[in-house]
């Protein structure tokens, strides 16, 4: 018997992305990198380059649910990681695999649009998401405009995690990439606490897949056992180094440098 302690497991469903850059490739890099096994299922197959996603193609709900009871059924899933689902018939399949296996976190990255602005999502998708995937969130982490999608009675980061919070979520981190700000503020919110604030260096490039990084680092970072706090924080920190360190490998976005932390000289 091998005296090494097991990798924790995550599931991961999120899309293929042709770059490399965000999606499923995203959460792979990102789990491997910080210690953890990434089990993945693939929830969309999409077109893309650097610049902009050009179409999305949803897989197979049943194929959905049969990959992930396989692997549920044969090992010792940790944490969710949750990222471009691809239709509401994945949606509902989620849902109903999350009510399943309740007791295991969950980390959701609401995938709505591009960098490049292609949309994934129409308001019954938002609608979805917030009826059927919010309620059994762990810790959310949308982006400034994706914040106000799925909380549209807000009109600020405050009320938006309240409503949040009203519809089921635990924990939300407004990731301020988007926000017209000196530094990059990330907000964590959690009931009846109060609210953390992450300053990071605001970097000079646009990236293609950072939102997918910090999800999945966020899901490898609890699925160690961090508390809810550590795992941002340490997540955060990977993100951000992950970013630092990153290429334009095209035409459009740089994309983040995953094994940042193995160089070698050749």
């Not at 980390?107 to 998708?125: E, H, K, T």
Request: net charge negative; proline share 5%; charged share 15%.
């Amino acid at each position: 018997m091998s005296s090494h302690a097991k990798k924790p497991v995550v599931l991961c469903f999120s899309g293929l992305d042709s770059t490399g850059g965000a999606g499923i490739q995203a959460d792979i890099e990102t789990l491997f990198s910080i210690g953890c096994h990434c089990a993945p299922v693939v929830t969309a197959l999409t077109v893309q380059n650097t610049q902009n996603v050009i179409s999305s193609s949803p897989c197979d709900p049943a194929l959905l649910i049969q990959q992930s009871r396989a692997v549920l059924e044969d090992m010792p899933v940790a944490a969710f990681k949750i990222g471009l689902l691809g239709s509401i018939e994945a949606i509902e399949v989620v849902h109903t695999l999350l009510q399943d296996y309740a007791s295991i976190p969950v980390i959701l990255d609401p995938v709505l649009s591009a960098g490049g602005g292609f949309d994934f999502s129409d308001q019954d998708y938002v609608e979805a998401l917030r009826n059927l995937l919010l309620p059994l969130t762990t810790i959310l982490t949308p982006n400034t405009v994706e914040a106000r999608k799925l909380a549209a009675n807000a009109d600020n980061p405050d009320a938006c995690a309240n409503e949040l919070f009203d519809l089921g979520v635990d924990h939300v981190l407004v990731t301020g990439t988007h926000a017209q700000t000196e530094a990059v503020e990330n907000r964590l919110f959690s009931p009846h606490q109060e609210i953390t604030q992450f300053n990071w260096p605001r970097l000079e490039h646009s990236y293609h897949g950072s939102g997918c990084t910090l999800a999945a680092a966020i899901a490898g970072y609890t699925a160690h056992g961090l508390s809810v706090r550590d795992a941002i924080q340490q997540a955060q920190r990977f993100t951000w180094e992950s970013l630092s360190h990153g290429q334009r490998a095209g035409f459009g976005q740089h994309l983040p440098d995953r094994s940042f932390w193995n160089k070698h000289s050749f």
